[in-house]
């Protein structure tokens, strides 16, 4: 098949009977449904062999997280592009086309997502993606349309094709044999910024990230891990150290890897302050889990290495987005998009 959409499902039921009537009213004749188990307790696989038993049901023996997830899952699928959708997704009509017209127009995009906006406020872009993937000269990851914990109005600023930095895995369109080509998700992230890494993985090698805006869904956001859990936190600071170990240019790379530790020093201390022990017990732990896996990590890097390459045109910011929005207070994409600022 050329698109082959595959949800990944834990324990989502309630999800599937939402999401799904909009999945298969939207879809077209050149693509396929299949929704991934992760080796769920509750009922999700026996409503979906009840209610749509024309959607392919692939049913993975463990729970690996999204990026096992969904490489044990894209091992039985054959299909020229990916669409790696959540199942908390809601998506409207031409969805599909709006993404898959683009990378049929350039074979060195890899990978490319749509427009995300809030299902609870449609006129809102949603964190995870909203309008495209940056990442700061520090590896902080931010969105045109979010800044940190700022979220924008879509207003049609952003509605421009445009190259960025990495694809949000809520919705993400990846050519497969690229994917094949840089080994799929780093399974050790588990789940959170897996994206990310397969992005800079594939930048590394030459290809394109894409955002269009001729393709829009709805995205709840915190299906599986809410963004109040400290279970999210640890992910996200430890994979985030991950992240920068793996992939960083070695201009600066230890010095940088050494800021950003100080930084997570300091959202700790900020934890600490307003009360939230848990959270900052979880950065901790972020840290111990990112030394004890340095030996893998160094092996990770070297297979890397010859790919590693300095930042390129390849949407990097070139100062701090932590500074830009607390000190300067430029809490929009808008106030910061200057050619000057950007690789």
Not at 67 to 93: F, Q
Not at 145 to 158: A, F, M, T
Not at 213 to 239: A, D, E, M, Q, W
Request: charged share 25%.
């Amino acid at each position: 098949m050329k698109v082959a959409v595959v949800i990944l499902n834990w324990n989502g039921r309630g999800f599937l009977e939402k999401f799904l009537p909009s999945v298969i009213s939207c879809n077209n004749s050149y693509s396929d449904i299949i929704v991934a188990d992760n080796n769920s307790s509750d009922d999700s696989i026996a409503f979906l062999k009840k209610k749509y038993p024309q959607v392919r049901l692939i049913i993975n023996d463990v729970n690996g997280g999204f990026a096992k997830g969904y490489n044990d899952a894209l091992k039985h699928v054959d299909a020229e592009y990916y669409v790696l959708l959540n199942s908390d997704v809601e998506v409207t009509p031409g969805w599909i086309e709006g993404v898959i017209d683009l990378m049929d127009s350039d074979k060195t995009i890899a990978a490319c997502q749509p427009k995300i906006r809030m299902f609870d406020n449609k006129k809102m872009f949603e964190y995870a993606g909203a309008a495209g993937g940056f990442i700061d000269k520090y590896a902080y990851p931010f969105c045109r349309g979010r800044i940190l914990e700022n979220l924008e109005e879509d207003k049609g600023q952003y509605d421009d094709v445009r190259e960025v930095f990495w694809a949000t895995g809520a919705c993400m369109f990846v050519r497969a044999v690229q994917f094949k080509e840089v080994g799929g998700f780093d399974e050790d992230f588990f789940a959170h910024m897996e994206e990310i890494d397969l992005c800079w993985r594939l930048k590394n090698l030459g290809y394109k990230i894409m955002y269009s805006p001729n393709s829009i869904v709805y995205h709840v956001g915190g299906g599986t891990l809410n963004k109040t859990s400290p279970r999210k936190t640890y992910l996200n600071f430890r994979n985030n150290l991950y992240l920068i170990f793996k992939n960083h240019p070695p201009q600066f790379f230890f010095l940088k890897l050494l800021f950003r530790m100080i930084l997570d020093g300091i959202a700790g201390a900020k934890f600490m302050a307003s009360g939230q022990f848990a959270h900052c017990w979880a950065i901790v732990k972020a840290h111990f889990s990112f030394y004890g896996s340095l030996n893998s990590l160094i092996q990770k890097r070297k297979f890397l290495k010859a790919n590693i390459k300095a930042y390129t045109s390849s949407a990097v910011y070139l100062h701090s987005i932590v500074a830009d929005f607390y000190l300067r207070g430029h809490k929009t994409f808008s106030a910061i998009d200057r050619k000057d600022r950007f690789l």
